[in-house]
């Protein structure tokens, strides 16, 4: 799979794409609302994609951002492999993938200059979108619009649009380097791995699901299968826990109300939990949530 997202013009998304359906997807683009797409890597960078759009009859034509030039070649109608196979090589950052190719360069337009913050509101918000991006589930568009109205005070808007995403972009590149040094898999992927095996074995597992636990259990009988046997998740509180202090809690419980039955559900989790490598404390009280405990949470950024 690729670690890239695709959006097509007819507003249709597809996330760590196969080469296989990519060259499937360059090939079908061309008809009436569905004549370009653009793909952005996972995790997104700023100014940093490659785009193609196609006219039946006369060709394709794709570009590349890399940051700071935009990029443009003209190919024949009949050259939807050769473009697929580009945009291939650039999410596999193959060296060299655009050679071969007459790219004619335009640098983009500088932007306008984003006056500085005060250095006390700049170190609040930057601490704030830290401990966002160290939770690890909000993309980079969230983040700015987070940032942005992380200080308001009725009519007091002490951030504005263009210095919250200057931040954020600062900031997202910072983690995203971080985060290109860790290896192995992280507990993050742990737990995602034991809520997949979960959510397929009739159990629906959501992570990081609403703001606390009254409103979780409130709305987890409509996030999953309407066969589902019960469920668990952790809320927003719970993965800024997690992030801070290592230990995570988890809300669980069946379907059918009885306590036996709610623990029943808690020793699968428990054990779908270990499965994946992951150490717990549980007493086997249905009154008792799970803690997952001592994660070094590392959560790879994907907006």
Not at 140 to 160: I, K, Q
Request: proline fraction near 4%; charged fraction near 30%.
């Amino acid at each position: 799979m690729l670690d890239i997202k695709v959006n097509t013009e007819n507003v249709q998304e597809f996330v760590r794409i196969s080469a296989a359906d990519l060259t499937a997807l360059v090939a079908r683009i061309g008809g009436p609302g569905d004549e370009f797409l653009v793909c952005r890597r996972i995790p997104d960078l700023p100014d940093e994609f490659i785009q193609t759009a196609r006219t039946r009859g006369e060709g394709f034509a794709l570009e590349y951002c890399d940051g700071s030039t935009l990029h443009h070649t003209d190919l024949g109608d009949d050259e939807s492999d050769r473009v697929a196979a580009a945009i291939v090589a650039w999410a596999r950052h193959e060296e060299g993938w655009e050679a071969g190719f007459s790219w004619e360069p335009t640098q983009l337009p500088a932007s306008d200059e984003v006056p500085q913050l005060p250095q006390a509101v700049r170190e609040e918000v930057e601490e704030y979108v830290r401990g966002l991006l160290a939770q690890g589930y909000i993309g980079r568009r969230e983040l700015a619009e987070a940032a942005e109205e992380w200080l308001v005070d009725g009519n007091e808007r002490p951030v504005s649009p263009a210095q919250a995403r200057l931040l954020v972009d600062r900031l997202w590149v910072e983690r995203v380097r971080e985060q290109d040094a860790w290896e192995g898999v992280t507990d993050p992927e742990r737990i995602a791995a034991a809520f997949t095996a979960l959510d397929a074995g009739g159990i629906t597992a959501r992570e990081h699901f609403t703001c606390c636990r009254t409103c979780g259990l409130a709305e987890i009988r409509g996030a999953g299968e309407e066969d589902a046997r019960g469920f668990v998740f952790f809320h927003f509180q719970g993965t800024e826990a997690a992030a801070e202090h290592g230990d995570l809690a988890l809300y669980y419980g069946g379907f059918k109300c009885t306590p036996e039955y709610t623990a029943k559900i808690g020793h699968e989790v428990v054990a779908a939990l270990q499965e994946a490598g992951l150490s717990t404390q549980w007493s086997g009280s249905p009154d008792e949530a799970i803690c997952v405990q001592d994660l070094d949470w590392r959560r790879r950024l994907v907006g």
